[in-house]
């Protein structure tokens, strides 16, 4: 009886020993299995320092970030509500400066030691380390415009660049790369597109939250596009924002409908244009066409838009046949080629009546 008891104990034991390795071999081959498969994902690497939301209505923070210098190229809103298919972009401008209140520079002193009272918003790298700078961007720029900003999206500049063309100072995804887009027609194909694209950029949220807006992305109609820029004052190495009027834009924009027409004008802060580089400048206007009047009506053209023209003359040599700007610094006569047929820009160290640049006007010209 004690032998056919130990012989039935120390089966039960084999067969409990045999069922323990299957469920530990079992584990451990379903843990390789995912450690294998699943997408090493940024995000979950470091602690957050915002509410990340990856809502209906998608807020992305958009930075084009030099690969090298790791200074902040361009930054871009991207507003997206996927109930509408709505998709807007609001480029702001990256020298803009936050000045920071006693108490909130106290606490963001305590992070980091380089970040200084007044923050530019392209230099976000250097004030903070590691993805979560990205996020203290955030964290500036929605304090200062009182606007919510879900998440971001961070990319090398080449990357940005593939991906948007700038038009009267805002930025909105080039046509080549919206035809990219476009191929993808079902709500799989988008995601499998959003995946692809996921191993060049970096964001606090995960692959499977982005791929949430794959349907809503399909309803996006790409002539309804819109792009802004912000309202800022802009000078020499810096901008200020016009906070009431970028947030009164930014909630007009979560306000809208679905649209059913083009965008009319990029509203915001106006581009800056190279006129203004020269509004400083002394302009000769020389007529070498001989055709009357024609000075005379390039320099109402001129005046009108704020440049100064020192003097209007008449060309003491043969006729010419083309419009010749020539400029004390080349570059400063290219700014006025938009008011001719097809100029030749020349470099010229001496002019006449000592200006900074002289036209001379060709038989190409017409009078209006």
Not at 99 to 125: C, G, M
Not at 268 to 273: D, H, L, P, V
Request: a neutral charge; one cysteine or more; hydrophobic letters at 35%.
């Amino acid at each position: 009886m004690l032998k056919i008891a130990m012989r039935t104990f120390f089966k039960t034991m084999g067969i409990i020993l045999l069922l323990v390795a299957v469920g530990v071999g079992s584990y451990f081959l379903t843990m390789l299995f995912f450690k294998t498969t699943e997408r090493d994902e940024r995000s979950t690497k470091y602690d957050h320092v915002i509410d990340v939301n990856a809502g209906s209505e998608s807020s992305n923070l958009i930075y084009s970030v030099d690969a090298e210098t790791k200074q902040v190229k361009a930054l871009v809103l991207e507003l997206f509500d996927k109930e509408t298919g709505n998709l807007d972009y609001v480029t702001i401008p990256g020298k803009s400066q936050i000045s920071l209140a006693e108490e909130s520079y106290k606490k963001y002193l305590k992070v980091s030691e380089q970040i200084p009272q007044i923050v530019t918003l392209r230099d976000i790298n250097t004030y903070f380390n590691g993805d979560v700078a990205y996020e203290y961007g955030i964290l500036l720029l929605q304090e200062e415009l009182k606007v919510d900003i879900g998440y971001f999206t961070a990319m090398d500049s080449v990357e940005f660049e593939k991906r948007f063309d700038r038009k009267d100072g805002a930025y909105k995804p080039s046509d080549a790369y919206l035809d990219t887009v476009g191929q993808n027609k079902e709500e799989s194909a988008m995601k499998d597109f959003i995946k692809k694209e996921w191993d060049s950029v970096i964001s606090d949220i995960t692959l499977a939250q982005k791929q949430m807006y794959a349907a809503g992305f399909l309803k996006v109609n790409r002539e309804y596009i819109y792009a802004h820029r912000a309202y800022a004052e802009e000078t020499k190495g810096k901008a200020t924002l016009d906070c009431a009027k970028t947030k009164k834009m930014i909630d007009k924009i979560w306000e809208s409908k679905a649209r059913t027409k083009q965008q009319k004008k990029v509203d915001g802060t106006a581009a800056k244009t190279g006129l203004e580089k020269i509004k400083d400048r002394s302009i000769q206007i020389t007529n070498g066409s001989r055709i009357n009047g024609l000075a005379a009506s390039f320099r109402q053209k001129l005046e009108a838009d704020g440049l100064y023209v020192v003097d209007v003359g008449d060309f003491s040599g043969e006729i010419q046949k083309q419009t010749v700007i020539y400029a004390r610094d080349k570059k400063w006569g290219a700014y006025l080629k938009p008011y001719f047929k097809k100029p030749v820009v020349k470099q010229a160290p001496a002019l006449t009546n000592g200006a900074d640049i002289e036209i001379v006007l060709g038989t190409d010209e017409k009078p209006e």
